[in-house]
Nanobody, 115 residues
Framework: VQLQASGGGSAQAGESLRLSCAAS????????EAWYRQGPGERRALVARIGSDGSTYYTRSARGRFTISRDTRRNEVYLQMNDLKPEDTATYLC??????????WGQGTLVTVSS
């Protein structure tokens, strides 16, 4: 499985960005898709996850501002990020787990939010 993330860039606080992750495989067969982020000097951390049944989970920092979604026809996963804050600055990585729970990672896309 290959994952290609895009959509990162620079934004001012309060603005929005939409990240996309294109998968080489059929995401409809996957157990879950997720977005993680890794800020400067920080460990990689989960942002949001969507399960095969469409259920979603958000970490506290993302809840209410970010929305994870997917398009199984396009084999893409999205992260809509609204009301961005400087602390959202990080490299965002998409992750999928196949039906046997094998994880795959994309290369990451950088998001920089200035105040």
């Amino acid at each position: 499985v290959q994952l290609q993330a895009s959509g990162g860039g620079s934004a001012q606080a309060g603005e929005s960005l939409r990240l996309s992750c294109a998968a080489s495989g059929r995401i409809s067969t996957y157990s879950s898709e997720a977005w993680y982020r890794q800020g400067p000097g920080e460990r990689r951390a989960l942002v949001a996850r969507i399960g095969s049944d469409g259920s979603t989970y958000y970490t506290r920092s993302a809840r209410g501002r970010f929305t994870i979604s997917r398009d199984t026809r396009r084999n893409e996963v999205y992260l809509q990020m609204n009301d961005l804050k400087p602390e959202d600055t990080a490299t965002y990585l998409c992750n999928v787990e196949t039906s046997d729970l094998t994880p795959f990672w994309g290369q990451g896309t950088l998001v920089t939010v200035s105040s």
